[in-house]
């Protein structure tokens, strides 16, 4: 732009550009001193052994190759009566020498590096690279601007005792302030602490500027002081890098864009010389650091990925240049020539680093995955016929539960899941089974499961508890606070909030949290995450919590609607970002992200998925609507699952059958086998008011989605063929005859088994309609539960109706598309309209979709999926 005619002299007249640049100042004074802060002193000495070697190679080679360099480009470029040789020399070898420590830890932390040996060494180098480079550009200014030898000596004298009392004794004052006033065990300062950090910013700036330094090394050397203990100097951060980074740091680069004239590069020879600055630059640090880094033990690719991420300049190669220019020992065009160099050696960092170290080569700094439990390790999966030989095996219990927690909302329905999922504090010996099978139709019959005799005594062998393994998943912003979260990850574990609350509430239902992890990534990378994590625990379960009280899966739409004529979208809800029907509220948009998310981990995992939807019905009323009375106090779970058949059905009946094992007597469950007959024949009935092409229409928009930029994509799975199928049919017949029709002669079951059977009623529904038949059962029990809850000896409490229904996705019998339709049709005519998703259908299921349209409020659900593995059936 400066190259547009006027355009400098309009924008930024000359008048106005000492006002800026004092602005500018200002606001790169505060940008080192957020560079200081990143800079965690400690991690040096942890890594001592590694970081000392690798910075030491990774300065002395380019040092040295930059002052050869900076010869030939003084003789070719430089004005000898305005620059001294010496001067140029030290200040072409820091350029060359330096790393940029900032954008480092970024690209560390979106490669997800910070937890891998690499990473770890590359951190500590580079803070060790960052603290000499600095002192060594202060020399190089000090000499620069003073008038005689001795006067720099003067000045590097000062300077070093400036630096010694601000690191010791204002230091310890600070801390000491940090301590009596609270902001440090709290890890968040107060006004009065803001009010300190800032006059020692720039009383350290004033300070080294007055000596004959740059202002920014006060700045600098403000950031060393601020403590690093319980996230103090991330919260200070938080406060301030917007301000800095949106305001004052690209005020100060518009001004250096401003000085850069990449016109002067117009020659052959010009162009020649920087493409040599490019090349031994790279060189210089590549080969520095990575020989140094085989030297000490590492391989091939972990030496090559240190010695190209050590080679990263950045915008702190720009500030060194910049002063380099204002100090007058570069002239425009060998600027030009730096910049174009800091440019180019930036941009190459990322791509080269993922060609030579790969996710797939990258090692974890502990040197071992999380360790689990040996039972947990080569379990078998729901996915595959279960082995009847002993009636144990063919239960399949979910003891390791990999979960995810990222907002506070998650909390809740986590809870809610170990406190189903804790084992029970006492089991009952006796190992009697009953049990209810009912057959439905208009003359219902009742049967008892009597005790059969079995050919060995109940197994006394006992089940496994439990456990769980919590990750922890922050998102990487564009923030330097969330790259500081990145490199404190351990510290942040140990004092998270959110874990330290799972783990009390799982420690008092005895379902412990044994392992937990935190990790600082994009949060499109949150799902490759999750199922990593499992797969390296060796998880049973990956379990995901939604409370839809705060994100509603569907919503209800003012009753105006009713009677419009024009034909809509019901799907226009939740998980699109918003409805532009009239009367509808616009969707909210975190929503619309967690649903992406929860497709792509089913989509992803080749672990057992469970998605809990929790609704506690406290959500707020809508506008206008009046407030509901007041409901019955809710205690226990009341489960209602029906089986369909498919992978997702046997493992969600495993599940219900471990729920019941787990729960006290609060807990009831009632299983409820769909079988689809074919419709009685008869004329269609059709609506004389509408003509048949709305109709059709009508009937497309309930199960179609418009094409846009906010439709989620669907799950695909492998074609089912007809031997997988029939597979499949089979392990549903014996899945559901192992409860209710067991021969004589099969082993006993254990008794949190039985007593999970006797709480467990069995129903078989015959009907063309099974879904609404299943609504029609789940309003009839909670209406009994309201009514119980009436009754002078129940203390005002019901149970909350839990709906368990597997995913039915891949390899489920039958379809239920049809009736979905038909369903959500009839709720769409109603006074108060539900209206769901788009894509509600594609993440819960058909029926999971319809239980959620039309099924009793208030209800909470688990949508289950197996896992899918290409053997499966």
């Known amino acids: 732009m400066g190259r547009v005619p006027n355009f400098s002299k309009t924008i930024f007249p000359t008048e106005s550009l000492p006002f800026l640049t004092l602005t500018a100042n200002i606001g790169l004074v505060l940008f080192l001193f957020l560079v200081g802060l990143e800079t965690d002193t400690r991690v040096i000495s942890r890594n001592a052994k590694y970081s000392v070697g690798v910075a030491a190679g990774g300065m002395i080679l380019p040092f040295g190759l930059g002052t050869g360099v900076a010869a030939l ?81 003067w000045v590097l004298l000062a300077t070093t005792g400036w630096a010694i009392f601000i690191l010791f004794p204002v230091k310890w004052m600070f801390m000491w302030l940090a301590r009596h006033t609270g902001a440090l065990e709290e890890g968040q300062p107060s006004a009065f602490m803001m009010t300190v950090t800032i006059l020692m910013v720039f009383a350290s700036a004033f300070m080294t500027d007055i000596l004959g330094v740059h202002p920014i090394f006060g700045g600098f050397l403000a950031g060393l002081v601020i403590p690093h203990e319980s996230g103090f100097a991330i919260a200070l951060t938080e406060k301030l890098e917007d301000l800095v980074s949106l305001l004052f740091l690209p005020l100060y680069f ?94 190459i960092t990322t791509p080269l680093t993922l060609l030579v170290y790969p996710p797939k080569h990258r090692t974890l700094h502990s040197g071992a995955k999380p360790k689990a439990d040996q039972e947990s390790q080569h379990k078998p999966t729901t996915s ?59 003359t219902s019959q009742t049967s008892k499961l009597d005790p059969q005799p079995s050919s060995s005594s109940p197994i006394s062998r006992k089940l496994p508890t439990p456990t769980m393994d919590a990750l922890r998943l922050m998102d990487l912003s564009d923030r330097t606070s969330a790259v500081m979260y990145g490199s404190v990850t351990a510290e942040l574990l140990h004092r998270d909030p959110l874990v330290a609350a799972l783990r009390t509430f799982a420690r008092l239902h005895r379902v412990p949290v044994t392992t937990a992890a935190l990790s600082v990534i994009p949060q499109e990378e949150f799902p490759a995450k999750i199922c990593e994590r499992a797969e390296e625990t060796n998880a049973d379960l990956v379990l995901l919590p939604w409370n839809t009280s705060l994100h509603p899966v569907v919503e209800v739409v003012s009753a105006t609607r009713q009677g419009e004529g024009t034909s809509y979208n019901p799907f226009e809800g939740v998980f699109s970002k918003g409805s532009n029907a009239p009367n509808v509220s616009s969707e909210r948009p975190g929503a619309v992200g967690y649903a992406q998310f929860v497709r ?67 807990l009831q469950a009632t299983v409820v086998r769909i079988i689809k007959t074919e419709p009685p024949e008869a004329e269609p009935e059709t609506d004389s008011s509408k003509p048949p092409a709305t109709e059709e229409i009508e009937a497309a928009n309930i199960l179609t989605v418009k094409s846009g930029t906010n439709a989620l ?32 002669g099969a082993t006993a079951f254990p008794p949190e088994v039985e007593s999970a059977l006797r709480r467990i009623t069995f129903t078989e529904v015959s009907s063309p309609t099974p879904l609404a038949a299943c609504i029609s059962q789940m309003a009839d029990i909670v209406q009994k539960e309201q009514e119980a809850a ?57 029926a999971g979709a319809a239980f959620l349209a039309a099924g009793p409020p208030g209800a909470s659900m688990l949508v289950m999926q197996a896992a899918h593995q290409s053997a499966d059936v």
């Open 713 to 744: 994509p669907d799950t695909i799975y492998a074609a089912e063929t007809t031997q997988h199928r029939l597979a499949s049919e089979t392990a549903d017949n014996l899945a559901w005859n192992r409860f209710v029709n067991r021969s004589p």
């Open 384 to 442: 595959t016929i279960p082995a009847l030989t002993e009636a144990v095996d063919a239960i399949i219990r979910k003891s390791r539960i990999a979960v995810m927690l990222h907002r506070l909302e998650h909390i809740s329905p986590l809870m809610t899941m170990t406190q189903l999922l804790g084992p029970r504090a006492t089991s009952t010996p006796n190992s009697s089974i009953s049990g209810t099978v009912v057959a439905s139709g208009a």
């Open 254 to 347: 518009t001004l250096s864009g401003l000085k850069t004239d990449l016109g002067l590069l117009n020659n052959g020879i010009t162009w020649g010389y920087t493409f040599l600055i490019m090349i031994v630059a790279f060189l210089g640090k590549f080969i520095g650091a990575s020989v140094t880094s085989r030297f000490l033990g590492f391989n091939l690719r972990e030496s090559g990925a240190i010695g190209i991420l050590m080679s990263c300049k950045g915008l702190v190669e720009l500030i060194v240049l910049n002063i380099g220019l204002q100090a007058g020992i570069l002239d425009p065009r060998v600027f030009a020539m730096f910049v174009l160099e800091a440019l180019v050696l930036t941009f």
């Open 600 to 666: 792509k981990v089913f989509s992803l995992s080749i672990v057992d998925v469970a998605l809990f939807l929790e609704n506690d019905g406290s959500g707020a009323p809508a506008e206008g609507e009046a407030e509901e009375e007041r409901k019955p106090l809710q205690s226990g779970h009341s489960i209602f699952f029906p089986f369909s058949g498919g992978p997702d059905d046997r493992l969600a009946l495993d599940l219900v059958v471990q729920l019941c094992g787990n729960a006290d007597n609060a």
């Open 73 to 153: 480009v003084y003789k070719e470029f430089v004005d000898k009566e305005a620059v001294s040789f010496g001067n140029f020399l030290l200040f072409v070898g820091v350029a060359f020498a330096i790393t940029a420590f900032p954008v480092l830890c970024r690209i560390l932390t979106e490669l997800n590096l910070l937890e891998t040996t690499v990473g770890i060494v590359v951190l500590t180098a580079g803070v060790s690279n960052d603290i000499i480079a600095w002192v060594l550009l202060a020399l190089a200014v000090s000499l620069v601007n003073a008038s005689s030898g001795l006067t720099a000596v």
């Open 790 to 846: 009436k009754q002078p000896d129940s203390g005002g409490a019901c149970r909350n109706l839990l709906i368990v229904v597997g995913r039915g996705r891949r390899l489920a019998t039958e379809s239920h598309h049809d009736e979905l339709k038909n369903i959500l049709s009839e709720t769409g005519g109603n006074t108060s309209r539900i209206h769901m998703a788009g894509d509600t259908r594609k993440t819960l299921g058909d």
